[in-house]
């Protein structure tokens, strides 16, 4: 989902049941010469577990999204 200052993200694990989790990526992450953005992993924080980070492809969350308007 395109908000006006960023993209609200709904991530799904597919390796095992895990609720589904919304991930706010900033503008400016998304405008950054990096392929990926890189977020917490959530299943690590709510587990108390070191914190690892996730790549997220920025070319996949953009396809995902509808067309900015003009």
């Known amino acids: 989902m395109r908000l006006d200052n960023g993209v ?19 503008g400016r992450e998304m405008k950054m010469g990096y392929d990926d953005v890189y977020k917490a992993c959530y299943v690590c924080v709510d587990q108390g577990k070191k914190e690892n980070a996730i790549a997220l492809p920025k070319a996949e969350i953009e396809a995902s999204l509808p067309p900015v308007a003009p």
């Open 8 to 26: 609200l993200v709904t991530l799904v694990r597919l390796d095992q049941p895990y609720p589904p989790r919304q991930v706010f990526i900033t």
